[in-house]
Protein backbone atom coordinates (compact mmCIF):
# COMPACT_ATOMS: atom_id res chain seq x y z
CA UNK A 1 0.00 0.00 0.00
CA UNK A 2 1.58 3.44 -0.67
CA UNK A 3 2.70 5.53 1.95
CA UNK A 4 -0.06 8.57 0.77
CA UNK A 5 -2.87 6.23 0.67
CA UNK A 6 -1.65 5.08 4.58
CA UNK A 7 -1.42 8.63 5.51
CA UNK A 8 -4.83 9.86 3.97
CA UNK A 9 -6.70 7.03 5.99
CA UNK A 10 -4.78 7.93 9.60
CA UNK A 11 -6.24 12.03 8.53
CA UNK A 12 -9.29 10.63 7.57
CA UNK A 13 -10.34 8.14 9.79
CA UNK A 14 -7.84 9.10 12.72
CA UNK A 15 -10.25 5.91 14.92
CA UNK A 16 -9.08 3.49 12.89
CA UNK A 17 -5.45 4.64 12.29
CA UNK A 18 -2.92 4.75 14.86
CA UNK A 19 -0.20 6.73 13.61
CA UNK A 20 0.95 8.26 10.20
CA UNK A 21 3.27 5.47 8.57
CA UNK A 22 2.78 2.13 9.14
CA UNK A 23 4.59 0.02 10.99
CA UNK A 24 8.58 -0.71 10.84
CA UNK A 25 9.94 -4.53 10.20
CA UNK A 26 11.84 -3.77 13.42
CA UNK A 27 8.18 -3.18 15.80
CA UNK A 28 6.74 -6.60 13.71
CA UNK A 29 9.63 -8.86 14.56
CA UNK A 30 9.52 -7.68 18.35
CA UNK A 31 5.82 -8.08 18.56
CA UNK A 32 5.86 -11.81 16.98
CA UNK A 33 8.81 -12.44 19.16
CA UNK A 34 6.58 -13.03 21.74
CA UNK A 35 4.64 -15.79 20.36
CA UNK A 36 5.45 -19.30 20.66
CA UNK A 37 4.64 -21.05 16.68
CA UNK A 38 5.46 -24.02 17.92
CA UNK A 39 2.33 -24.59 20.13
CA UNK A 40 0.03 -22.02 18.60
CA UNK A 41 -2.99 -23.26 17.31
CA UNK A 42 -4.91 -20.40 16.82
CA UNK A 43 -3.95 -16.56 16.19
CA UNK A 44 -6.08 -13.33 15.82
CA UNK A 45 -4.57 -9.93 14.87
CA UNK A 46 -6.97 -6.91 15.60
CA UNK A 47 -6.05 -4.00 13.29
CA UNK A 48 -3.54 -5.42 10.85
CA UNK A 49 -3.81 -2.04 8.97
CA UNK A 50 -1.28 -2.84 5.95
CA UNK A 51 -0.50 -6.17 7.20
CA UNK A 52 3.57 -5.65 8.28
CA UNK A 53 2.34 -8.12 11.58
CA UNK A 54 0.55 -10.67 9.54
CA UNK A 55 3.36 -10.72 6.83
CA UNK A 56 5.28 -11.96 9.95
CA UNK A 57 2.59 -13.93 11.41
CA UNK A 58 2.50 -15.77 7.96
CA UNK A 59 5.84 -16.19 7.75
CA UNK A 60 7.16 -18.16 10.98
CA UNK A 61 3.67 -19.92 11.59
CA UNK A 62 2.68 -23.59 11.20
CA UNK A 63 1.39 -24.78 8.40
CA UNK A 64 -1.82 -25.65 10.22
CA UNK A 65 -1.82 -22.88 12.45
CA UNK A 66 -5.33 -20.91 11.92
CA UNK A 67 -5.00 -16.91 11.22
CA UNK A 68 -7.65 -14.70 12.06
CA UNK A 69 -7.31 -10.95 10.77
CA UNK A 70 -9.88 -8.93 12.14
CA UNK A 71 -9.96 -5.20 9.88
CA UNK A 72 -12.22 -2.58 10.34
CA UNK A 73 -11.18 0.12 7.46
CA UNK A 74 -12.50 -0.64 4.38
CA UNK A 75 -9.51 0.50 2.55
CA UNK A 76 -7.14 -1.75 4.45
CA UNK A 77 -9.54 -4.70 4.26
CA UNK A 78 -9.17 -4.74 0.05
CA UNK A 79 -5.68 -4.23 0.51
CA UNK A 80 -5.36 -7.33 2.80
CA UNK A 81 -7.67 -9.81 0.53
CA UNK A 82 -5.61 -8.72 -2.46
CA UNK A 83 -2.61 -9.54 -0.68
CA UNK A 84 -3.09 -13.42 1.18
CA UNK A 85 -6.08 -14.01 -0.98
CA UNK A 86 -4.16 -17.34 -1.65
CA UNK A 87 -2.99 -18.12 1.87
CA UNK A 88 -4.37 -21.37 3.82
CA UNK A 89 -5.62 -21.10 7.21
CA UNK A 90 -6.16 -17.75 6.89
CA UNK A 91 -9.18 -16.09 7.69
CA UNK A 92 -9.45 -12.20 6.71
CA UNK A 93 -12.45 -10.45 7.73
CA UNK A 94 -13.91 -6.88 7.51
CA UNK A 95 -15.46 -6.32 11.14
CA UNK A 96 -14.93 -5.08 14.46
CA UNK A 97 -12.27 -6.87 17.26
CA UNK A 98 -15.43 -6.23 19.26
CA UNK A 99 -17.53 -8.76 17.46
CA UNK A 100 -14.56 -11.35 18.42
CA UNK A 101 -16.69 -14.11 20.19
CA UNK A 102 -19.25 -14.34 17.86
CA UNK A 103 -16.31 -14.80 14.62
CA UNK A 104 -14.94 -17.53 16.95
CA UNK A 105 -18.16 -19.14 16.95
CA UNK A 106 -19.01 -18.55 13.38
CA UNK A 107 -15.38 -20.27 12.39
CA UNK A 108 -15.64 -23.36 15.26
CA UNK A 109 -12.56 -21.69 17.03
CA UNK A 110 -12.60 -22.79 21.19
CA UNK A 111 -10.50 -20.23 22.23
CA UNK A 112 -7.08 -18.28 21.41
CA UNK A 113 -3.56 -19.00 22.03
CA UNK A 114 -2.40 -15.43 20.49
CA UNK A 115 -3.99 -12.50 20.32
CA UNK A 116 -1.60 -9.81 17.93
CA UNK A 117 -3.02 -6.09 18.14
CA UNK A 118 -2.98 -2.72 15.96
CA UNK A 119 -4.95 -1.09 17.66
CA UNK A 120 -5.09 2.73 18.56
CA UNK A 121 -6.89 1.94 22.03
CA UNK A 122 -5.30 5.39 22.89
CA UNK A 123 -8.13 6.69 20.49
CA UNK A 124 -10.49 4.34 21.04
CA UNK A 125 -13.84 5.16 22.89
CA UNK A 126 -13.08 3.73 27.03
CA UNK A 127 -16.29 1.06 26.13
CA UNK A 128 -14.89 -0.07 22.93
CA UNK A 129 -11.68 -0.59 24.29
CA UNK A 130 -13.24 -2.27 27.38
CA UNK A 131 -15.80 -4.37 25.53
CA UNK A 132 -12.71 -6.08 23.12
CA UNK A 133 -10.37 -6.09 26.31
CA UNK A 134 -12.87 -8.38 28.53
CA UNK A 135 -13.69 -10.33 25.01
CA UNK A 136 -10.23 -10.84 24.41
CA UNK A 137 -8.92 -12.00 28.49
CA UNK A 138 -12.09 -14.02 28.52
CA UNK A 139 -11.14 -16.07 25.22
CA UNK A 140 -7.40 -16.51 26.01
CA UNK A 141 -5.88 -19.97 26.54
CA UNK A 142 -4.28 -20.02 30.03
CA UNK A 143 -0.85 -19.97 28.76
CA UNK A 144 -1.46 -17.88 25.80
CA UNK A 145 -0.88 -13.66 25.46
CA UNK A 146 -2.29 -10.90 24.14
CA UNK A 147 0.58 -8.59 22.27
CA UNK A 148 -0.19 -4.90 21.60
CA UNK A 149 2.06 -2.06 20.97
CA UNK A 150 1.38 1.70 22.08
CA UNK A 151 3.11 4.77 21.83
CA UNK A 152 2.79 5.58 25.33
CA UNK A 153 3.14 3.84 28.74
CA UNK A 154 -0.43 5.73 29.77
CA UNK A 155 -2.53 2.83 28.62
CA UNK A 156 -0.58 0.28 31.07
CA UNK A 157 -3.02 0.79 33.62
CA UNK A 158 -5.80 -0.04 31.24
CA UNK A 159 -4.14 -3.23 30.36
CA UNK A 160 -3.69 -3.97 33.92
CA UNK A 161 -7.55 -4.31 34.63
CA UNK A 162 -7.53 -7.54 32.27
CA UNK A 163 -4.33 -9.36 32.50
CA UNK A 164 -2.17 -10.41 35.72
CA UNK A 165 1.30 -9.90 34.10
CA UNK A 166 2.44 -7.49 31.49
CA UNK A 167 5.85 -7.04 30.34
CA UNK A 168 6.88 -3.88 28.54
CA UNK A 169 9.73 -3.42 25.63
CA UNK A 170 10.36 -0.30 23.70
CA UNK A 171 11.49 -0.49 20.51
CA UNK A 172 13.32 2.94 19.26
CA UNK A 173 13.11 1.59 15.69
CA UNK A 174 9.36 3.07 14.78
CA UNK A 175 7.90 6.30 13.53
CA UNK A 176 7.09 6.78 16.49
CA UNK A 177 9.04 4.92 19.24
CA UNK A 178 6.66 2.15 19.94
CA UNK A 179 6.12 0.26 23.47
CA UNK A 180 5.36 -3.30 23.00
CA UNK A 181 2.59 -4.92 25.55
CA UNK A 182 3.02 -8.66 25.93
CA UNK A 183 -0.13 -9.72 28.49
CA UNK A 184 -0.90 -12.74 30.05
CA UNK A 185 -3.73 -13.96 32.84
Known sequence: MKRLSFIF???FRPRTVGAITPSSQYLARLMVKQIDFKHARYIVEYGPGTGVFTKQLLKRRRKETVIIIIE???????????????????????????????????LSIPYVD????????????????HNILIKTASLLSPRGKFITFQYSRINKSLFNDYFKTIEVIRELRNIPPAYVYSCSK
Open 114 to 129: FFVSGLPFASLPRQVS
Open 72 to 106: SNETFYQHLIESYQDEPNLHVLNASAEDIEGILKQ
Open 9 to 11: QYI
